[in-house]
């Protein structure tokens, strides 16, 4: 099988409050937060797909990839950086 990129969506980017005023102290205070418009997977990569794309970069699994919870190929991909998602 090979590797094919994920169908990827778009985003819209908006503002919105985040924070609390009345919650825990490092929750405070409110605030704006800008979110520019970007693209994510329509769905979960799963273990299945992950594989693949391992086999064909001789990327490295996450230190996950053996634990028994999350050897199921038809699970979501788990424990992989920013880098690594980018990446793939």
Not at 35 to 60: D, K, M
Request: avoid cysteine; charged fraction near 25%; aromatic fraction near 14%.
């Amino acid at each position: 099988m090979e590797y094919s990129e994920p169908e990827m969506v778009l985003l819209e980017g908006e503002s919105f409050v985040m924070g609390s005023a009345s919650g825990r102290e490092d929750e405070a205070p409110p605030h704006v937060v800008e979110l520019s418009p970007f693209y994510i997977a329509r769905f979960a990569v799963r273990t299945r797909e992950y594989e693949i794309y391992l086999h064909q970069t001789g990327a490295q699994p996450s230190s996950f990839r053996s634990d028994p919870k999350f050897t199921h190929l038809d699970q979501p991909v788990v424990a992989i950086s920013w880098f690594d998602a980018m990446a793939y």
